[in-house]
T-cell receptor
C-alpha cells in the first residue's frame, strides 16, 4: 500500500514567519512530488512540483526533496494570513498515473 | 477561457437514487480523474481514464461508474450501491507527458 503521510496540524505561525510543512512517502520508486493548497470548501490548487533532489524556489515558496529519506517539504517565507489553508502533498510513481495524496496539513497564519 | 468545469456545484440525492456528476475540460488534456474527499481526509481515487473509451478503477470504485466517450468529458455516476456517498467530488485532468494535475471546482453531494 503506497502511502503519503502528513502531520494534520494545525500549524500556527505569526505573520511574517516561515512556515514549514512536511511530508513522507512510502514508495521509494516515486518520481514526482506536488504541493497543493486547498482553501476551505474549494478545490486544490497546484503550488509547486519537484522531481529532483534539492530545493526548488518559486517566489515565497520553496519545495525541498530528499529521496534517500523519502521526504519532501514546503517552506513558505514571509507567511501571510492569506496563506491560511490546508496544504496537500501528493506523489506519483510513474508518469501518467494517478497521484497519491496525503491527508493534508492545516496552516493558520495569524496577523 | 480554458479550464475544467464541474456541475452541479451542490447536489442532493435521496437514498436509492443514482446521480450523475458532470466533468468537462477544454484544455485538450488526455487523462482525467475522479477523486472523493471526506472531511479532514485526503483525496481518494475513484476512477481514471488516460484515453477515450478506456478507464481504470481506482482505490474506491465500488458503487461508482464512469464513461469516457469524448476526450473532453468524464461523467461520474454515483449509484445506489454506494453506501456512503455524501462527500466532495473532485475531477482533475492532465496532459500527456506532464505530471501535474489540475482540478475542477468540485461537486458537493449530500444524501438526504
Amino acid at each position: 500500500q503506497k502511502e503519503v503521510e502528513q502531520n494534520s496540524g494545525p500549524l500556527s505561525v505569526p505573520e511574517g514567519a516561515i512556515a514549514s510543512l512536511n511530508c513522507t512517502y512510502s514508495d521509494r520508486g516515486s518520481q514526482s512530488f506536488f504541493w497543493y493548497r486547498q482553501y476551505s470548501g474549494k478545490s486544490p490548487e497546484l503550488i509547486m512540483f519537484i522531481y529532483s533532489n534539492g530545493d526548488k524556489e518559486d517566489g515565497r515558496f520553496t519545495a525541498q526533496l530528499n529521496k534517500a529519506s523519502q521526504y519532501v517539504s514546503l517552506l513558505i517565507r514571509d507567511s501571510q494570513p492569506s496563506d491560511s489553508a490546508t496544504y496537500l502533498c501528493a506523489v506519483n510513481a510513474d508518469s501518467g498515473t494517478a497521484l497519491i495524496f496525503g491527508k493534508g496539513t492545516t496552516l493558520s497564519v495569524s496577523s | 477561457d480554458g479550464g475544467i468545469t464541474q456541475s452541479p456545484k451542490y447536489l442532493f440525492r435521496k437514498e436509492g437514487q443514482n446521480v450523475t456528476l458532470s466533468c468537462e475540460q477544454n484544455l485538450n488534456h488526455d487523462a482525467m480523474y475522479w477523486y472523493r474527499q471526506d472531511p479532514g481526509q485526503g483525496l481518494r481515487l475513484i476512477y481514471y481514464s488516460q484515453i477515450v473509451n478506456d478507464f481504470q478503477k481506482g482505490d474506491i470504485a465500488e458503487g461508482y461508474s464512469v464513461s469516457r466517450e469524448k476526450k473532453e468529458s468524464f461523467p461520474l455516476t454515483v449509484t445506489s450501491a454506494q453506501k456512503n456517498p455524501t462527500a466532495f467530488y473532485l475531477c482533475a485532468s492532465h496532459k500527456q507527458g506532464a505530471d501535474e494535475q489540475f482540478f475542477g471546482p468540485g461537486t458537493r453531494l449530500t444524501v438526504l
